[in-house]
């Protein structure tokens, strides 16, 4: 009986404990890389703004088979429905099945003529759950690393576009 009480109270104790650490870290993450680049803003945004042309570019959408419905795309497990477009940023919901979701911007800042930042942020806001909040730690190791390859794909592809459009001498 005396064991069965100590391990109750050692699970509680210990669960505690985590909760505790897990409360200082923050509710909302966010993991953001960005990418100059000298192109038009239409160039970007012929690759940013549709889901249907991130197959050039998302290396991801290369390997896997990606399924539309409507402008929704479904990759795996995932699921990125856009949310908003302007002219310098479209904006997504990124759905990983067991993960809060993500919103996802992308937005193309003018540096000078004809040159441009890309910047590519997820925003995740997490519940108070321990299990939730140690999971943030992960994305900015991961999905930091994952953006940065991607957006040197974005890049090529950008300027692959510009080079065939681009008549020869």
Avoid: C
Avoid at 8 to 15: A, D, G, H, T, Y
Avoid at 37 to 58: C, F, K, Q, R
């Amino acid at each position: 009986m005396k064991l069965v009480r100590f391990i109750i109270i050692s699970v509680l104790v210990l669960s505690v404990i985590v909760t505790a650490i897990s409360s200082l870290f923050p509710s909302t993450v966010i993991v953001s890389r960005a990418t100059e680049i000298t192109t038009t803003p239409e160039n970007i945004a012929y690759y940013v703004s549709n889901l249907h042309h991130w197959d050039a570019w998302m290396s991801e959408w290369k390997e896997n088979k990606v399924t539309f419905k409507d402008s929704t795309a479904f990759i795996g497990t995932q699921t990125i429905r856009p949310i908003s477009k302007t002219d310098t940023a479209a904006t997504f919901e990124w759905v990983a099945t067991g993960q809060a979701p993500y919103t996802v911007q992308i937005e193309w800042i003018p540096l000078k003529k004809g040159e441009y930042v890309i910047h590519w942020s997820f925003e995740q806001h997490v519940n108070w759950y321990p299990w939730e909040k140690f999971q943030t730690l992960l994305n900015e190791k991961l999905l930091g690393a994952k953006m940065e390859i991607e957006l040197a794909n974005l890049k090529e592809a950008i300027m692959n576009k510009q080079q065939s459009a681009t008549p020869a001498p």
